[in-house]
């Protein structure tokens, strides 16, 4: 009778134990499904916005050559073609894509987490373009700004692109923005010691250290960045070495109110 009753517990177990990992095995066979299905989402996506990008200038592109060809031709666009003139032409269209975030006069929008573009140096803008577009910034999971504006970049299908956008921006004013950020200046003052090496006492920067202007940007641009930078969402790739080297300088700034100081500190800058 105890030998019964004992095979019957041992079946019974054996058949729950059966059970369970079946539905482990059905669990986690579903989850990977979702993963992998997520992932092939995601990637589509991404692609689909870049195609879509891509189609929306090159029509812009289309309609501006159509429109160059019937329309009198201005006073800086000589009738054999003015190189200078029609890199801009070009970069006129290609900006269509970024009016949307960083407005008509690049001057940038804050609900958007967009930045101010009018007034940054050429060299610089490049430089960051040409960082989104081959991976090195914006590729962090926890860069959510970055990640919005990679897809933009890889709209830039060679350097001709980006000379061309850039020197577009260039011709772009905007208001320097309202500061945002209160802090305390004499503290920021003496943080800001270590940032005079390369981004000057007046904070115009110095192409030859790849360092650009700070003066005119977005406080709370500057202060996400320099986060960004602290937490190694940006700066950490081996190939970003400008990057690192911004990195380095950013932990120096023990917290939030450091930041807050420095970043204080640099909006008297140039006023």
């Given at each position: 009778m105890n030998n019964s009753t004992e095979n019957n517990n041992v079946s019974i177990y054996s058949y729950i134990s059966a059970s369970i990992l079946l539905i482990n095995i059905i669990f986690f066979t579903g989850l990977i499904?979702?993963?992998?299905?997520?992932?092939?989402?995601?990637?589509?996506?991404?692609?689909?916005i870049k195609e879509s990008l891509e189609k929306q200038s090159a029509s812009i592109i289309q309609k501006n050559e159509h429109s160059d060809t019937t329309t009198p031709v201005s006073s800086n666009h000589n009738a054999s073609?003015?190189?200078?003139?029609?890199?801009?032409?070009?970069?006129?269209?290609?900006?269509?894509?970024?009016l949307a975030c960083h407005g008509q006069n690049a001057e940038g929008n804050k609900i958007l987490n967009s930045p101010i573009l009018s007034g940054q140096q050429d060299w610089y803008?490049?430089?960051q373009l040409v960082k989104f577009r081959d991976g090195l910034r914006g590729v962090d999971k926890n860069d959510i700004q970055?990640?919005?504006?990679?897809?933009?970049?890889?709209?830039?299908?060679?350097?001709?692109?980006?000379?061309?956008?850039v020197a577009y921006i260039t011709?772009?004013?905007?208001?320097?923005?309202?500061?945002?950020?209160?802090?305390?200046?004499?503290?920021?003052?003496?943080?800001?010691?270590?940032?005079?090496?390369?981004?000057?006492?007046?904070?115009?920067?110095?192409?030859?250290?790849?360092?650009?202007?700070?003066?005119?940007?977005?406080?709370?641009?500057?202060?996400?960045?320099?986060?960004?930078?602290?937490?190694g969402i940006r700066g950490s790739d081996p190939k970003d070495v400008t990057g690192a080297q911004m990195?380095?300088?950013?932990?120096?700034l023990q917290d939030d109110e450091a930041i807050n100081n420095v970043i204080s500190y640099i909006n008297q800058l140039g006023k």
């Open positions: 499904i979702f993963l992998m299905s997520h992932a092939v989402s995601n990637y589509l996506g991404i692609s689909s073609g003015n190189p200078e003139s029609e890199l801009l032409t070009k970069g006129k269209a290609l900006y269509a894509t970024c803008l490049k430089a970055g990640a919005m504006m990679r897809p933009m970049a890889l709209v830039l299908k060679d350097e001709n692109d980006i000379d061309a956008v011709t772009l004013t905007a208001n320097k923005p309202e500061p945002t950020i209160q802090g305390d200046i004499k503290k920021g003052e003496q943080s800001y010691a270590i940032c005079i090496t390369c981004h000057g006492a007046d904070g115009k920067g110095n192409k030859s250290l790849n360092s650009p202007s700070i003066t005119g940007l977005n406080d709370w641009y500057m202060a996400t960045q320099l986060k960004n930078f602290k937490n990195r380095a300088m950013a932990l120096t």
